[in-house]
Protein backbone atom coordinates (compact mmCIF):
# COMPACT_ATOMS: atom_id res chain seq x y z
CA UNK A 1 0.00 0.00 0.00
CA UNK A 2 0.85 3.56 -1.26
CA UNK A 3 1.40 6.53 1.39
CA UNK A 4 -0.92 9.35 0.22
CA UNK A 5 0.13 12.51 0.80
CA UNK A 6 -3.03 14.53 2.85
CA UNK A 7 -4.68 16.40 0.59
CA UNK A 8 -3.46 19.76 1.20
CA UNK A 9 -0.10 18.81 1.79
CA UNK A 10 2.55 20.64 -1.29
CA UNK A 11 5.77 19.44 -2.18
CA UNK A 12 7.19 22.74 -2.64
CA UNK A 13 8.07 24.76 0.73
CA UNK A 14 6.45 28.11 0.37
CA UNK A 15 9.16 30.74 0.28
CA UNK A 16 9.44 32.08 3.76
CA UNK A 17 9.19 35.86 4.40
CA UNK A 18 12.74 37.16 4.95
CA UNK A 19 13.95 37.78 8.18
CA UNK A 20 14.16 41.37 7.68
CA UNK A 21 10.90 41.93 6.21
CA UNK A 22 9.21 40.52 8.86
CA UNK A 23 11.26 42.60 10.97
CA UNK A 24 10.42 45.83 9.41
CA UNK A 25 6.57 45.02 9.70
CA UNK A 26 6.84 43.93 13.10
CA UNK A 27 9.11 47.16 13.96
CA UNK A 28 5.86 49.14 12.02
CA UNK A 29 2.85 47.64 13.94
CA UNK A 30 3.60 49.63 16.96
CA UNK A 31 3.75 52.88 14.73
CA UNK A 32 0.38 51.70 12.74
CA UNK A 33 -1.82 51.67 15.90
CA UNK A 34 -0.01 55.24 17.47
CA UNK A 35 -0.96 56.71 13.94
CA UNK A 36 -4.21 55.64 13.54
CA UNK A 37 -7.20 58.23 13.44
CA UNK A 38 -3.97 61.39 13.63
CA UNK A 39 -4.32 64.23 11.80
CA UNK A 40 -1.16 64.82 9.01
CA UNK A 41 -1.06 67.58 6.68
CA UNK A 42 1.97 66.58 3.59
CA UNK A 43 2.92 68.57 1.96
CA UNK A 44 4.61 68.55 -1.71
CA UNK A 45 6.28 70.76 -3.98
CA UNK A 46 5.12 70.89 -8.19
CA UNK A 47 8.32 69.34 -8.83
CA UNK A 48 7.42 65.73 -7.16
CA UNK A 49 4.39 65.99 -9.41
CA UNK A 50 6.52 65.54 -12.42
CA UNK A 51 8.91 63.05 -11.25
CA UNK A 52 8.18 59.58 -12.77
CA UNK A 53 7.82 57.86 -9.00
CA UNK A 54 4.83 60.53 -8.48
CA UNK A 55 2.52 57.32 -8.77
CA UNK A 56 4.75 55.24 -6.20
CA UNK A 57 4.40 58.79 -3.75
CA UNK A 58 0.86 58.54 -4.27
CA UNK A 59 0.39 54.85 -3.69
CA UNK A 60 2.26 55.43 -0.56
CA UNK A 61 0.19 58.05 0.54
CA UNK A 62 -3.13 56.47 -0.15
CA UNK A 63 -1.18 53.80 2.38
CA UNK A 64 -1.41 56.24 4.88
CA UNK A 65 -4.89 56.65 4.67
CA UNK A 66 -6.22 53.10 4.37
CA UNK A 67 -3.99 52.76 7.61
CA UNK A 68 -6.91 54.84 9.23
CA UNK A 69 -4.44 58.22 9.26
CA UNK A 70 -6.11 61.57 8.47
CA UNK A 71 -4.58 62.68 5.41
CA UNK A 72 -4.57 66.10 4.21
CA UNK A 73 -2.34 66.58 0.61
CA UNK A 74 -1.63 69.85 -0.15
CA UNK A 75 0.64 70.82 -3.46
CA UNK A 76 2.59 73.34 -4.70
CA UNK A 77 2.51 74.06 -8.36
CA UNK A 78 5.64 76.50 -9.39
CA UNK A 79 7.02 74.46 -12.18
CA UNK A 80 3.42 73.47 -13.72
CA UNK A 81 2.65 77.45 -13.71
CA UNK A 82 5.82 78.02 -15.25
CA UNK A 83 5.51 76.13 -18.08
CA UNK A 84 1.29 77.84 -18.75
CA UNK A 85 3.21 81.18 -18.60
CA UNK A 86 5.81 79.83 -20.99
CA UNK A 87 3.22 78.19 -23.65
CA UNK A 88 1.33 81.23 -23.61
CA UNK A 89 4.61 83.13 -24.25
CA UNK A 90 4.66 84.73 -21.09
CA UNK A 91 7.72 86.04 -18.25
CA UNK A 92 7.31 84.69 -14.94
CA UNK A 93 7.79 87.45 -12.14
CA UNK A 94 9.36 87.23 -9.21
CA UNK A 95 9.76 89.54 -5.75
CA UNK A 96 10.70 88.86 -2.77
CA UNK A 97 11.01 84.99 -3.24
CA UNK A 98 7.22 85.46 -4.78
CA UNK A 99 5.15 85.54 -7.89
CA UNK A 100 4.10 88.09 -9.18
CA UNK A 101 0.72 86.81 -10.30
CA UNK A 102 -1.18 89.56 -12.76
CA UNK A 103 -4.76 88.91 -14.52
CA UNK A 104 -2.51 87.02 -17.42
CA UNK A 105 -0.39 85.10 -15.11
CA UNK A 106 -3.15 83.84 -13.12
CA UNK A 107 -4.96 82.23 -16.01
CA UNK A 108 -1.61 80.31 -16.28
CA UNK A 109 -2.14 79.65 -12.37
CA UNK A 110 -5.50 78.51 -13.03
CA UNK A 111 -4.69 76.12 -15.63
CA UNK A 112 -1.58 74.42 -13.88
CA UNK A 113 -3.15 73.77 -10.57
CA UNK A 114 -6.76 72.50 -11.97
CA UNK A 115 -4.44 69.87 -13.91
CA UNK A 116 -2.63 69.09 -11.26
CA UNK A 117 -5.42 68.81 -9.20
CA UNK A 118 -6.77 66.63 -11.67
CA UNK A 119 -3.73 64.34 -11.82
CA UNK A 120 -3.41 64.08 -8.35
CA UNK A 121 -7.21 62.74 -8.04
CA UNK A 122 -6.78 60.64 -10.64
CA UNK A 123 -3.40 59.06 -9.21
CA UNK A 124 -5.14 58.64 -5.94
CA UNK A 125 -8.17 56.96 -7.19
CA UNK A 126 -6.54 54.05 -8.70
CA UNK A 127 -4.15 53.73 -5.81
CA UNK A 128 -5.95 51.40 -3.59
CA UNK A 129 -8.04 49.37 -6.53
CA UNK A 130 -5.29 47.08 -6.74
CA UNK A 131 -5.93 43.23 -7.37
CA UNK A 132 -6.69 42.04 -3.36
CA UNK A 133 -7.27 45.41 -2.24
CA UNK A 134 -11.08 44.17 -2.28
CA UNK A 135 -11.28 47.22 -4.88
CA UNK A 136 -11.08 49.36 -1.82
CA UNK A 137 -11.70 53.31 -3.06
CA UNK A 138 -9.96 56.22 -1.90
CA UNK A 139 -12.13 59.41 -1.43
CA UNK A 140 -10.40 62.66 -2.54
CA UNK A 141 -12.12 65.87 -1.93
CA UNK A 142 -10.73 69.00 -3.02
CA UNK A 143 -12.67 72.58 -2.55
CA UNK A 144 -12.27 76.39 -1.08
CA UNK A 145 -11.01 75.25 2.34
CA UNK A 146 -8.78 78.21 2.34
CA UNK A 147 -9.70 82.03 2.43
CA UNK A 148 -6.95 84.35 1.03
CA UNK A 149 -6.29 88.25 1.23
CA UNK A 150 -4.27 90.08 -1.29
CA UNK A 151 -0.47 90.82 -0.38
CA UNK A 152 -1.26 94.03 -2.23
CA UNK A 153 1.85 96.33 -2.96
CA UNK A 154 5.03 95.87 -1.00
CA UNK A 155 8.14 98.07 -1.73
CA UNK A 156 6.37 99.47 -4.69
CA UNK A 157 5.85 96.50 -6.36
CA UNK A 158 2.07 95.60 -6.84
CA UNK A 159 1.30 91.69 -6.72
CA UNK A 160 -1.77 91.74 -8.27
CA UNK A 161 -3.39 88.23 -7.51
CA UNK A 162 -1.10 86.75 -5.39
CA UNK A 163 -2.14 86.03 -1.72
CA UNK A 164 -1.37 85.23 1.59
CA UNK A 165 -3.47 82.74 3.50
CA UNK A 166 -6.26 84.15 5.77
CA UNK A 167 -8.25 81.43 6.97
CA UNK A 168 -9.16 78.50 6.81
CA UNK A 169 -12.40 76.42 6.81
CA UNK A 170 -11.46 73.14 9.54
CA UNK A 171 -14.62 72.42 10.30
CA UNK A 172 -15.10 71.78 6.29
CA UNK A 173 -11.80 70.00 6.22
CA UNK A 174 -12.57 67.86 9.78
CA UNK A 175 -16.00 66.73 7.76
CA UNK A 176 -14.16 65.17 5.38
CA UNK A 177 -11.43 63.34 7.20
CA UNK A 178 -14.28 62.43 9.20
CA UNK A 179 -15.60 60.89 6.33
CA UNK A 180 -12.38 58.96 5.71
CA UNK A 181 -12.02 61.06 2.98
CA UNK A 182 -8.36 62.32 2.00
CA UNK A 183 -8.28 66.66 1.52
CA UNK A 184 -6.51 67.97 -1.01
CA UNK A 185 -5.92 71.31 -1.11
CA UNK A 186 -4.71 73.41 -3.58
CA UNK A 187 -2.13 76.52 -3.60
CA UNK A 188 -5.44 79.03 -4.35
CA UNK A 189 -7.19 80.74 -2.23
CA UNK A 190 -10.41 83.06 -2.33
CA UNK A 191 -11.39 85.79 -1.19
CA UNK A 192 -14.71 86.39 0.55
CA UNK A 193 -15.78 88.35 -2.84
CA UNK A 194 -15.29 85.80 -5.09
CA UNK A 195 -11.75 86.58 -6.34
CA UNK A 196 -8.64 83.55 -6.57
CA UNK A 197 -5.08 84.63 -5.22
CA UNK A 198 -2.41 82.33 -5.81
CA UNK A 199 -0.76 81.13 -2.35
CA UNK A 200 2.71 79.61 -2.16
CA UNK A 201 1.85 76.00 -1.08
CA UNK A 202 4.17 76.09 2.01
CA UNK A 203 2.44 78.76 3.68
CA UNK A 204 -1.05 76.78 2.80
CA UNK A 205 0.13 73.78 4.56
CA UNK A 206 1.60 75.58 7.70
CA UNK A 207 -1.58 77.43 7.94
CA UNK A 208 -3.55 74.50 7.42
CA UNK A 209 -1.61 72.07 9.79
CA UNK A 210 -2.14 74.91 12.47
CA UNK A 211 -5.94 75.51 12.31
CA UNK A 212 -6.27 72.11 12.15
CA UNK A 213 -4.19 71.32 15.09
CA UNK A 214 -2.72 69.09 13.19
CA UNK A 215 -0.51 66.38 15.03
CA UNK A 216 1.76 65.97 11.94
CA UNK A 217 3.23 68.32 9.05
CA UNK A 218 5.23 66.45 6.65
CA UNK A 219 7.37 68.59 3.82
CA UNK A 220 8.34 65.99 1.13
CA UNK A 221 11.55 68.14 -0.38
CA UNK A 222 12.98 68.31 -3.16
CA UNK A 223 16.19 69.79 -1.95
CA UNK A 224 17.53 66.54 0.68
CA UNK A 225 17.39 67.03 4.19
CA UNK A 226 19.67 68.62 6.47
CA UNK A 227 22.39 67.45 7.35
CA UNK A 228 25.23 67.77 9.79
CA UNK A 229 28.70 66.96 8.88
CA UNK A 230 30.05 65.00 11.29
CA UNK A 231 26.53 62.96 12.06
CA UNK A 232 24.86 62.17 8.64
CA UNK A 233 21.34 63.38 8.82
CA UNK A 234 20.06 65.20 11.40
CA UNK A 235 17.57 63.43 12.65
CA UNK A 236 15.77 65.73 15.75
CA UNK A 237 15.70 69.10 16.07
CA UNK A 238 14.15 71.24 18.76
CA UNK A 239 12.44 75.00 17.74
CA UNK A 240 15.35 76.73 19.16
CA UNK A 241 17.99 74.36 17.75
CA UNK A 242 15.68 74.76 14.55
CA UNK A 243 16.49 79.15 14.77
CA UNK A 244 19.97 78.04 15.41
CA UNK A 245 20.86 76.40 12.01
CA UNK A 246 18.50 79.52 10.59
CA UNK A 247 20.80 82.11 11.98
CA UNK A 248 23.83 80.38 11.74
CA UNK A 249 23.48 79.21 7.66
CA UNK A 250 22.17 81.88 5.81
CA UNK A 251 23.79 79.77 3.25
CA UNK A 252 20.81 77.08 3.57
CA UNK A 253 18.81 76.22 0.36
CA UNK A 254 16.12 78.73 0.12
CA UNK A 255 13.33 75.45 0.07
CA UNK A 256 15.17 74.08 3.40
CA UNK A 257 15.49 77.33 5.29
CA UNK A 258 11.30 77.68 4.06
CA UNK A 259 10.70 75.13 5.36
CA UNK A 260 12.56 75.14 8.69
CA UNK A 261 11.21 78.29 9.27
CA UNK A 262 7.43 77.13 8.60
CA UNK A 263 8.63 74.04 11.15
CA UNK A 264 9.68 76.87 13.85
CA UNK A 265 6.45 79.02 13.25
CA UNK A 266 4.17 75.69 13.08
CA UNK A 267 5.78 74.21 16.64
CA UNK A 268 5.69 77.71 18.47
CA UNK A 269 2.24 77.94 17.59
CA UNK A 270 0.80 74.28 18.04
CA UNK A 271 2.27 71.13 19.70
CA UNK A 272 2.99 69.51 17.05
CA UNK A 273 5.56 67.32 14.91
CA UNK A 274 6.87 68.71 11.41
CA UNK A 275 9.00 66.54 9.27
CA UNK A 276 11.34 66.76 6.82
CA UNK A 277 11.14 64.28 4.29
CA UNK A 278 13.50 63.88 1.44
CA UNK A 279 10.75 63.16 -1.46
CA UNK A 280 13.61 60.94 -3.58
CA UNK A 281 13.83 59.14 -1.13
CA UNK A 282 11.99 55.46 -2.23
CA UNK A 283 9.51 54.77 0.46
CA UNK A 284 11.26 57.68 2.72
CA UNK A 285 7.36 59.11 4.04
CA UNK A 286 7.08 55.26 4.79
CA UNK A 287 10.22 54.98 6.54
CA UNK A 288 10.19 58.08 8.24
CA UNK A 289 6.46 57.42 9.63
CA UNK A 290 6.88 53.61 10.74
CA UNK A 291 10.41 52.69 11.46
CA UNK A 292 12.19 53.99 14.57
CA UNK A 293 15.14 55.49 12.98
CA UNK A 294 13.57 57.43 10.54
CA UNK A 295 14.98 58.78 7.48
CA UNK A 296 14.79 62.58 7.55
CA UNK A 297 14.35 65.67 10.06
CA UNK A 298 11.85 65.66 12.95
CA UNK A 299 11.16 69.29 14.57
CA UNK A 300 9.51 69.71 17.38
CA UNK A 301 9.14 72.22 20.08
CA UNK A 302 10.06 70.39 22.82
CA UNK A 303 13.45 68.31 22.92
CA UNK A 304 12.61 64.58 22.39
CA UNK A 305 13.91 61.97 24.35
CA UNK A 306 15.53 59.91 22.58
CA UNK A 307 16.38 55.90 23.07
CA UNK A 308 19.61 55.02 20.82
CA UNK A 309 22.19 53.04 21.56
CA UNK A 310 24.85 53.52 23.86
CA UNK A 311 28.38 54.76 22.58
CA UNK A 312 31.67 54.67 25.14
CA UNK A 313 30.82 58.60 25.82
CA UNK A 314 27.70 57.29 27.72
CA UNK A 315 29.92 54.71 30.02
CA UNK A 316 29.82 57.64 32.94
CA UNK A 317 26.13 58.47 32.57
CA UNK A 318 25.16 55.04 32.87
CA UNK A 319 27.67 54.32 35.90
CA UNK A 320 26.04 57.12 37.43
CA UNK A 321 22.28 56.49 37.00
CA UNK A 322 23.40 52.23 37.81
CA UNK A 323 25.81 53.22 40.96
CA UNK A 324 22.48 54.36 43.47
CA UNK A 325 20.68 51.00 42.23
CA UNK A 326 23.94 49.15 42.72
CA UNK A 327 24.81 50.10 46.42
CA UNK A 328 20.38 49.10 47.48
CA UNK A 329 21.55 45.65 45.69
CA UNK A 330 18.82 45.85 43.39
CA UNK A 331 21.27 45.84 40.57
CA UNK A 332 24.59 43.37 40.49
CA UNK A 333 27.69 45.82 40.66
CA UNK A 334 29.67 46.54 37.31
CA UNK A 335 32.86 48.57 36.96
CA UNK A 336 33.16 50.96 34.90
CA UNK A 337 35.97 49.18 33.01
CA UNK A 338 33.06 46.34 32.39
CA UNK A 339 30.47 49.00 31.57
CA UNK A 340 33.03 50.02 28.49
CA UNK A 341 33.60 46.25 27.66
CA UNK A 342 30.05 45.86 27.18
CA UNK A 343 28.96 48.96 25.72
CA UNK A 344 27.23 47.60 22.61
CA UNK A 345 25.36 45.54 24.46
CA UNK A 346 23.88 49.25 26.57
CA UNK A 347 20.64 51.06 24.72
CA UNK A 348 20.31 54.35 26.32
CA UNK A 349 17.43 57.14 27.07
CA UNK A 350 18.64 60.62 26.74
CA UNK A 351 16.58 63.64 27.05
CA UNK A 352 18.27 66.93 26.87
CA UNK A 353 21.70 65.14 26.97
CA UNK A 354 21.41 63.17 29.68
CA UNK A 355 20.91 59.90 30.48
CA UNK A 356 17.61 59.21 32.12
CA UNK A 357 16.96 55.57 31.60
CA UNK A 358 19.13 53.01 30.27
CA UNK A 359 18.45 48.67 29.69
CA UNK A 360 21.31 46.39 28.12
CA UNK A 361 20.32 42.65 26.26
CA UNK A 362 22.72 39.69 26.31
CA UNK A 363 21.87 37.37 23.69
CA UNK A 364 22.26 33.37 24.37
CA UNK A 365 22.31 32.22 20.55
CA UNK A 366 19.04 32.76 18.95
CA UNK A 367 17.00 31.07 21.55
CA UNK A 368 17.21 33.70 24.28
CA UNK A 369 18.39 36.67 25.11
CA UNK A 370 19.00 38.83 28.86
CA UNK A 371 17.64 42.00 29.57
CA UNK A 372 19.42 43.42 32.08
CA UNK A 373 20.81 46.69 33.85
CA UNK A 374 16.82 48.24 33.13
CA UNK A 375 17.26 51.16 35.38
CA UNK A 376 15.88 55.16 35.42
CA UNK A 377 17.20 57.60 37.28
CA UNK A 378 14.47 58.47 40.03
CA UNK A 379 12.90 61.11 38.97
CA UNK A 380 11.83 60.01 35.43
CA UNK A 381 9.57 56.71 37.31
CA UNK A 382 6.16 55.93 37.01
CA UNK A 383 5.13 57.37 33.59
CA UNK A 384 5.42 54.92 31.29
CA UNK A 385 9.25 54.78 30.49
CA UNK A 386 10.10 51.65 32.05
CA UNK A 387 7.47 50.23 29.81
CA UNK A 388 9.11 51.70 26.83
CA UNK A 389 12.57 50.82 27.41
CA UNK A 390 11.58 47.15 27.76
CA UNK A 391 9.50 47.37 24.92
CA UNK A 392 12.37 48.71 22.93
CA UNK A 393 14.62 46.14 24.37
CA UNK A 394 12.08 43.31 22.72
CA UNK A 395 11.62 44.87 20.13
CA UNK A 396 15.71 44.54 19.40
CA UNK A 397 15.33 40.77 20.55
CA UNK A 398 12.84 40.47 17.54
CA UNK A 399 14.69 41.98 15.24
CA UNK A 400 18.10 39.32 16.14
CA UNK A 401 14.99 36.70 16.16
CA UNK A 402 15.42 35.95 19.14
CA UNK A 403 12.50 34.06 20.73
CA UNK A 404 12.67 34.40 24.08
CA UNK A 405 13.69 36.98 26.59
CA UNK A 406 14.22 36.93 30.38
CA UNK A 407 15.61 39.16 33.44
CA UNK A 408 16.63 38.00 36.80
CA UNK A 409 15.47 40.03 39.06
CA UNK A 410 15.59 40.35 43.13
CA UNK A 411 12.86 43.10 43.70
CA UNK A 412 10.96 43.59 40.21
CA UNK A 413 9.64 40.42 39.85
CA UNK A 414 5.84 42.11 40.43
CA UNK A 415 6.44 44.53 37.47
CA UNK A 416 7.57 42.30 35.06
CA UNK A 417 4.91 39.97 36.22
CA UNK A 418 2.67 42.77 34.95
CA UNK A 419 4.13 42.96 31.41
CA UNK A 420 3.82 39.30 30.33
CA UNK A 421 6.52 38.07 32.52
CA UNK A 422 5.71 34.70 33.82
CA UNK A 423 8.34 32.92 36.51
CA UNK A 424 11.21 30.09 35.62
CA UNK A 425 13.46 28.32 36.89
CA UNK A 426 17.50 28.53 36.85
CA UNK A 427 18.02 25.65 34.96
CA UNK A 428 15.35 27.63 32.04
CA UNK A 429 18.71 29.55 31.69
CA UNK A 430 20.90 28.94 28.59
CA UNK A 431 24.19 26.91 30.19
CA UNK A 432 26.38 29.61 29.92
CA UNK A 433 24.47 32.11 31.91
CA UNK A 434 23.10 29.20 34.28
CA UNK A 435 27.24 28.95 35.15
CA UNK A 436 27.21 32.65 35.97
CA UNK A 437 24.09 32.72 38.01
CA UNK A 438 25.17 33.94 41.63
CA UNK A 439 23.55 31.42 44.02
CA UNK A 440 24.13 33.84 46.99
CA UNK A 441 21.83 36.92 45.51
CA UNK A 442 18.72 34.41 44.56
CA UNK A 443 17.25 36.05 42.09
CA UNK A 444 13.98 35.21 40.47
CA UNK A 445 14.08 34.31 36.84
CA UNK A 446 11.37 35.47 34.75
CA UNK A 447 10.57 34.61 31.04
CA UNK A 448 8.57 36.06 28.15
CA UNK A 449 8.73 34.44 25.06
CA UNK A 450 8.22 36.86 21.85
CA UNK A 451 5.16 37.81 19.88
CA UNK A 452 4.38 40.28 17.24
CA UNK A 453 2.93 42.89 19.93
CA UNK A 454 4.68 45.65 20.98
CA UNK A 455 4.02 49.05 22.21
CA UNK A 456 4.92 52.11 20.35
CA UNK A 457 8.19 54.17 20.70
CA UNK A 458 6.65 57.11 19.38
CA UNK A 459 8.41 60.27 18.20
C1 LIG B 1 11.49 49.24 37.20
C2 LIG B 1 11.51 50.55 36.46
C3 LIG B 1 12.45 50.44 35.28
C4 LIG B 1 10.11 50.87 35.98
O1 LIG B 1 10.13 52.07 35.25
P1 LIG B 1 8.90 53.09 35.35
O2 LIG B 1 8.99 54.06 34.24
O3 LIG B 1 8.82 53.64 36.69
O4 LIG B 1 7.74 52.10 35.04
P2 LIG B 1 6.31 52.39 34.50
O5 LIG B 1 5.98 53.82 34.46
O6 LIG B 1 6.14 51.66 33.27
O7 LIG B 1 5.48 51.70 35.64
C5 LIG B 1 5.35 52.28 36.88
C6 LIG B 1 4.52 51.34 37.72
O8 LIG B 1 5.32 50.23 38.08
C7 LIG B 1 5.35 50.17 39.48
N1 LIG B 1 6.66 49.70 39.92
C8 LIG B 1 7.83 50.35 39.81
N2 LIG B 1 8.81 49.59 40.36
C9 LIG B 1 8.21 48.45 40.77
C10 LIG B 1 8.68 47.29 41.43
N3 LIG B 1 9.94 47.15 41.76
N4 LIG B 1 7.79 46.32 41.70
C11 LIG B 1 6.50 46.46 41.39
N5 LIG B 1 6.00 47.55 40.78
C12 LIG B 1 6.86 48.52 40.50
C13 LIG B 1 5.07 51.56 39.96
O9 LIG B 1 4.56 51.56 41.26
C14 LIG B 1 4.05 52.01 38.96
O10 LIG B 1 2.80 51.46 39.29
P3 LIG B 1 1.41 52.24 39.11
O11 LIG B 1 0.97 51.93 37.75
O12 LIG B 1 0.54 51.62 40.11
O13 LIG B 1 1.69 53.67 39.26
C15 LIG B 1 11.96 51.73 37.35
O14 LIG B 1 11.07 51.84 38.44
C16 LIG B 1 13.36 51.60 37.89
O15 LIG B 1 14.31 52.06 37.28
N6 LIG B 1 13.52 50.95 39.04
C17 LIG B 1 14.80 50.76 39.65
C18 LIG B 1 15.63 49.73 38.90
C19 LIG B 1 14.98 48.38 38.78
O16 LIG B 1 14.33 47.91 39.69
N7 LIG B 1 15.22 47.71 37.67
C20 LIG B 1 14.81 46.40 37.41
C21 LIG B 1 16.03 45.57 37.49
S1 LIG B 1 15.68 43.91 37.25
Not at 95 to 122: C, F, K, N, P, Q
Not at 384 to 413: C, K, P, S, Y
Request: hydrophobic share 40%.
Amino acid sequence: MTDHPPPHSTTTPRPAPRPEELAWFRGAVPYIAAHRGRTMVIALAGEAARAAEFPDLMRDLAKLHALGIRVVLVYGARPQIETRLHERGLKPHYAEGLRVTDSAALEAVLDAVGRLRLHIEGLLSRSLGQPGTGNARLRVASGNFVTARPLGVRHGVDFHYTGEVRGVDTDALRALLDHEQVALVSPLGYSPTGEVFNLSGEDVATQVAIALNADKLVFLTEAGVLRDPHHGVLDQLTVPEAERILADHPDLPEELANHLKSAVDACQRRDLRVHLVDRRDDGGLLTELFTRQGIGTLVSREPLERLRPATVDDVGGIHALLAPLESEGILVHRAREHLELEIDRFQVLEADGLIIGTAALYPFGEDAAEIACLALHADYRGSGRGDRLLTAMEGLARERGIRRVFVLTTRTAQWFQERGYTPGQVEDLPETRRRDYNRARNSRVYTRSLGADAVPDQS
